[in-house]
Each structure stands twice: as C-alpha cells, then as structure tokens.
C-alpha cells in the first residue's frame, strides 16, 4: 500500500535522526563522565552547562576544509566513511518496535549481516588512505573484530536456543518474569567484554594506539569525512548498548523502564574507558580464542542439550 510505505520510510527517517541526535549527547554525556572521573569538568562553555557543545563540534568539523592525501585512492578514500556510517545507521533498523517499523521474523540475523560488514568499510578505509599507518591500524581493527565476531555469534546462538526465534521481539516475551541475566551471568559478562571489542573500545582500541599509530586507520580523515567514521563508531556503541540491555536487561520499547536500562549500559561503556588501560594485542587475541571461544562453545553445546531435554519432556 502507498500509505503504508510512507509510514515506514518516514518512521525509518525519524529513527535515524533520533539516532543521529542520541549519538550528539552520547559524545557530551561520555566527556562529562570521564571529566568528572578525572577531576574536572568537561565541556561547559558551550550553551547550558555545555549542552551545545556537540552540535558546535559538528559545524566545525563539517566547515572545515577537506583535504586528500595525494597518493590516496581517491573514490574508495571518500566513499568508505559515508558506506560506514550508512551500515552502522542501518543497524537501527532491526529494532523491535512494537509501532509501524520493519519489525520482521529474522532481525538477529540482519543484525549478524550488517555489523559484519563493517569490517570491510574499516579496511577499505585504511587501504585507500596510502598510509602504513592507516594500514596497520586497520588490518589491527580487522583482526580483532573478525577474532571476536566467532564468539559473539556463539554466545548469540546459545539465547537464540532459549528463545527457539530469530525474531529480537521474542526476547521481551522470554523476558517477562526473569532477565537472561540472572540465567546466564558468565555469558552476559562475556558478551559484554566481546561487545567492547567489537566496537573498538578501551581497552581493547587498538585501531587507535597514541605511541605507534598516532589515531590508526582514520588517521588521514579530516573535517566531514572523519566526523562520519566518528558518527559511525558511536552509533555502533548505542546500538550496541541497546542490544545488550534487549539481551539480557529485557528492555520493552513500551516501557520507560527502557531508558534507564539504556543509559545504564551506555554509562558502564563510559565506565570502562574511565577505567582500565589498554589490554596487550597478544592477551586480546589469546582471549578471543583460547577463553572466550570454548566457553562459548560447552554453554552452547550445554543450552542444546538443555532445550533438547525439555523438548523430549513435552513430547
């Protein structure tokens, strides 16, 4: 119906700009927090105890001017931050509203699809930028994210046995009476730690690295193509955010509850870059694939048996 796809692209539309804005006050919210964990500040000149600072960030890296590296590869060099801003913005897509939205059956695994596919717009952006240093830092970010995705999906795949869907709605029914939290406490940690990895986050930042890499694969960006890359990783961060409190917090869209249980897991992201320094790249691979990727495996290996089990006692 022409109604209906109206609806949709202008619900769609809606959500990314909510998204756009959410990712703005993340950036204040996240310079606060550590200004306060630090002793001091953060930004507060800016508006209202600097709650312009964002969009001022904004029209300053958006205003300035462009510059191209002269050995770059020029189209892939500007395409790759507009493709990873596009695919971190179509992440949000998924979500299970219970209003007119592309609520559909298999949004865990579009979920795995996109965010999969990041990793080529980091490498990409990396590889054009004629730089060894945008080229170790990405093949860095590349390595980590690919290690840590195996685990991810292993423990995504043990909740997707509890809930016998690959629909993210049906986690809010599973979800009613008890959170996967107290069910699942080792795996909920483990996805946690996974998904700082997966967004590049302290301590596990080593796309970036001040002493050798000076701010890794984007390190040939400036104005409007490094604010989208900057777009990209924080939208990732809140996407992410979210799918963890729909995990294992059971988050209802309908309840305000929600949003506490949102700001929660942003501030324990905050919270950690706050916090710890830098893990060692050899111990972050060691973790991937020596802890992280057999725990992963006997919990699924246990959950099917589980599931099995209770199958056989139904029958």
Sequence with gaps: MPQDSTLAVFTLFALVVCALIAVAFFTLFERKVLGYIQIRKGPNKVGFMGVLQPFSDAIKL???EQIRPFMANFKIYYLSPVANLFLALLLWFCLPFM????SFELSILFFLSVSSMGVYTIMLAGWSSNSNYSMLGSMRAVAQTISYEVSLVLILLTFILFILSFDM???????????????????????????????????????EGESELVSGFNVEYSSGSFAMIFLAEYSNILFMSLFCGILFLGVMFSSFSAY?????????????RGTFPRYRYDKLMSLAWKSYLPVSLNYLFMSTGMTTMVFVVLL
């Design 62 to 64: 958006f205003t300035k």
């Design 99 to 102: 209003s007119f939205n592309l």
């Design 169 to 207: 709605g049906e986690l809010f029914k599973y979800q009613e009476y008890i959170w996967f939290l107290f069910l699942n406490l080792p795996l909920c940690l483990m996805w946690l730690v996974t998904s700082l990895a997966e967004t590049n986050r302290t301590p596990f930042d080593f796309a």
């Design 260 to 272: 506490f249980k949102l700001a929660l897991m942003v501030f324990i992201w905050v919270w950690v």
